[in-house]
């Protein structure tokens, strides 16, 4: 009997044994799955990476007359009225040349320099960008193509006049030695540049940064040709810091995305609470009448977490990815946008200085036994009174949103005389005609018709699917239609 029961006993330890061991096999199986990295085929396929690159010749040849419109038509205005003066700067050869810009930015730790990582292919590489729980972003780091992986410091890239960012040495020797450049030759910095930010701490204060860190983030932001505001579950309150952001951002929201990163790491319900919580944090902040469009997902190569939205996180991500595919593929439309926008700018600029001008010469000669100074200083300091910016604004093609602030006209003119200017009738001559004439053909006929021609040239629709894969087709004429 006893022996019966040993064998009855080792027959069943040995089974439980063996069903133990297979079940722990399962197990590291299944954990070894679900830890695998997502498969980024999505990503190429709706950048449409392998794609070849548009006709050479009319990429070219629109950047050549670009440049000869610029150069002719709208940067002797901006010299003759010393633009740059009003805290701006000259649109180099190598901004207009240059490839689309990608600007990220948010609080610190939201995921942005993982965002990066993921969508240029660098995650698990030497390449890759420095991430952690703690702020690890401390510079602005533009990233961009090259034949081989090399960083670049800030003096020597802002020296680099075939590259866009000379402008930024007038930030000052303190800012360059924050900012870092590195070249990486991955598919896609062979169509766009990707500019990384320092995380936004809200108890900083902006002395501490060392520069101004609120007008470099407007100098990248006014050029930029797409900007992801990147946000996580736990960092959703909008402090000083962002909230300036915002306010330079006023004007470019058809280019903001903003993100809300990390969404797998709450449970579905707590997320639409989150959603719900950034939503009408950032409403407010954002100057359009139709409310921000929030894209949520998780900007990595890991797997989802169980028992979340997945499905919806990949329909997001590629959302995000066909907006950026637009930018790549519209960088020339963009580029023309851009030159037009700042012809407009520089227009009421001229404008504006020359009410000035008019102004102190109609009121010098009734003050015979005034003080000329006096009076520059009262038109300077009191501008309503004179009707100076609501006369500019009822000129033809000027919008009163387009103003500046009045405040930096007393900065302009505090360090430039009213008399050191000459009026608009004065920039005419009999053989090369008037420079506002120029700039207003530029705005009105020039940048418009080589949008045209562009948009003639090119001359293709497209169609996406669900996929994100899209497909290029010419359209069709009517071989009938009469000439």
Same mark, same amino acid.
């Given at each position: 009997?006893?022996?019966?029961?040993?064998?009855?006993?080792?027959?069943?330890?040995?089974?439980?044994?063996?069903?133990?061991?297979?079940?722990?096999?399962?197990?590291?199986?299944?954990?070894?799955?679900?830890?695998?990295?997502?498969?980024?085929?999505?990503?190429?396929?709706?950048?449409?990476?392998?794609?070849?690159?548009?006709?050479?010749?009319?990429?070219?040849?629109?950047?050549?007359?670009?440049?000869?419109?610029?150069?002719?038509?709208?940067?002797?205005?901006?010299?003759?009225?010393?633009?740059?003066?009003?805290?701006?700067?000259?649109?180099?050869?190598?901004?207009?040349?240059?490839?689309?810009?990608?600007?990220?930015?948010?609080?610190?730790?939201?995921?942005?320099?993982?965002?990066?990582?993921?969508?240029?292919?660098?995650?698990?590489?030497?390449?890759?960008?420095?991430?952690?729980?703690?702020?690890?972003?401390?510079?602005?780091?533009?990233?961009?193509?090259?034949?081989?992986?090399?960083?670049?410091?800030?003096?020597?890239?802002?020296?680099?006049?075939?590259?866009?960012?000379?402008?930024?040495?007038?930030?000052?020797?303190?800012?360059?030695?924050?900012?870092?450049?590195?070249?990486?030759?991955?598919?896609?910095?062979?169509?766009?540049?990707?500019?990384?930010?320092?995380?936004?701490?809200?108890?900083?204060?902006?002395?501490?940064?060392?520069?101004?860190?609120?007008?470099?983030?407007?100098?990248?932001?006014?050029?930029?040709?797409?900007?992801?505001?990147?946000?996580?579950?736990?960092?959703?309150?909008?402090?000083?810091?962002?909230?300036?952001?915002?306010?330079?951002?006023?004007?470019?929201?058809?280019?903001?995305?903003?993100?809300?990163?990390? !969404?797998?790491? *709450?449970?579905?319900? =707590?997320?639409? +609470? #989150? %959603?719900?919580?950034? /939503? &009408? $944090?950032? !409403?407010?902040? *954002?100057?359009?009448? =139709?409310?921000? +469009? #929030? %894209?949520?997902?998780? /900007? &990595? $190569?890991?797997?989802?977490?169980?028992?979340?939205?997945?499905?919806?996180?990949?329909?997001?991500?590629?959302?995000?990815?066909?907006?950026?595919?637009?930018?790549?593929?519209?960088?020339?439309?963009?580029?023309?946008?851009?030159?037009?926008?700042?012809?407009?700018?520089?227009?009421?600029?001229?404008l504006l200085v020359d009410r000035f001008i008019s102004t102190f010469n109609d009121k010098k000669p009734?003050?015979?036994?005034?003080?000329?100074?006096?009076?520059?200083?009262?038109?300077?300091?009191?501008?309503?009174?004179?009707?100076?910016?609501?006369?500019?604004?009822?000129?033809?093609?000027?919008?009163?949103?387009?103003?500046?602030?009045?405040?930096?006209?007393?900065?302009?003119?505090?360090?430039?005389?009213?008399?050191?200017?000459?009026?608009?009738?004065?920039?005419?001559?009999?053989?090369?005609?008037?420079?506002?004439?120029?700039?207003?053909?530029?705005?009105?006929?020039?940048?418009?018709?080589?949008?045209?021609?562009?948009?003639?040239?090119?001359?293709?629709?497209?169609?996406?699917?669900?996929?994100?894969?899209?497909?290029?087709?010419?359209?069709?004429?009517?071989?009938?239609?009469?000439?």
């Amino acid at each position: 009997m006893a022996s019966i029961s040993c064998m009855l006993s080792c027959r069943f330890g040995g089974f439980s044994l063996f069903f133990l061991l297979f079940a722990f096999v399962i197990t590291v199986q299944a954990a070894s799955q679900n830890d695998a990295d997502r498969d980024r085929k999505h990503i190429d396929k709706t950048l449409l990476l392998d794609e070849q690159e548009e006709n050479e010749k009319l990429f070219h040849n629109t950047l050549k007359n670009l440049k000869y419109i610029y150069k002719n038509s709208i940067l002797p205005m901006e010299e003759a009225y010393k633009y740059t003066e009003l805290g701006h700067q000259t649109i180099t050869d190598g901004e207009i040349t240059g490839k689309p810009m990608v600007l990220f930015l948010g609080p610190w730790s939201t995921g942005k320099s993982t965002m990066i990582n993921y969508l240029i292919g660098m995650e698990g590489t030497a390449d890759s960008l420095h991430t952690g729980a703690q702020p690890t972003t401390s510079d602005f780091t533009v990233i961009m193509n090259g034949n081989k992986s090399r960083s670049i410091e800030g003096i020597v890239l802002t020296a680099d006049g075939d590259k866009s960012f000379a402008a930024l040495s007038s930030f000052g020797k303190t800012f360059l030695e924050k900012l870092l450049g590195y070249e990486y030759s991955y598919d896609l910095l062979e169509k766009i540049t990707v500019i990384d930010t320092p995380g936004i701490i809200e108890n900083r204060k902006q002395q501490e940064r060392g520069y101004p860190f609120n007008e470099v983030c407007q100098w990248f932001i006014d050029r930029a040709d797409l900007i992801f505001v990147v946000f996580d579950p736990t960092k959703l309150d909008v402090g000083t810091e962002l909230e300036s952001i915002f306010k330079m951002l006023k004007g470019r929201e058809s280019q903001i995305r903003i993100i809300l990163n990390k !969404a797998d790491s *709450i449970e579905p319900q =707590e997320l639409m +609470r #989150v %959603y719900g919580a950034l /939503f &009408w $944090s950032l !409403a407010p902040l *954002i100057n359009v009448t =139709e409310p921000p +469009r #929030v %894209y949520i997902g998780s /900007f &990595w $190569s890991r797997p989802y977490k169980m028992h979340t939205h997945s499905d919806l996180f990949l329909q997001e991500e590629i959302s995000v990815l066909r907006d950026l595919r637009d930018v790549i593929e519209n960088r020339l439309q963009n580029k023309i946008a851009f030159i037009r926008q700042h012809a407009i700018s520089v227009r009421i600029h001229a404008l504006l200085v020359d009410r000035f001008i008019s102004t102190f010469n109609d009121k010098k000669p009734n003050m015979l036994f005034g003080n000329p100074e006096d009076v520059a200083r009262d038109i300077i300091e009191n501008p309503n009174k004179y009707y100076i910016f609501k006369a500019v604004a009822s000129k033809v093609n000027v919008s009163k949103y387009d103003l500046p602030r009045q405040d930096d006209y007393k900065d302009f003119f505090s360090i430039n005389a009213i008399n050191s200017f000459q009026s608009l009738d004065h920039h005419c001559s009999y053989f090369n005609g008037c420079l506002m004439d120029h700039i207003e053909n530029a705005i009105s006929n020039q940048l418009p018709k080589l949008l045209s021609d562009l948009r003639k040239q090119k001359n293709v629709t497209q169609t996406c699917q669900a996929d994100g894969t899209c497909k290029e087709e010419k359209l069709q004429t009517n071989k009938y239609k009469k000439p």
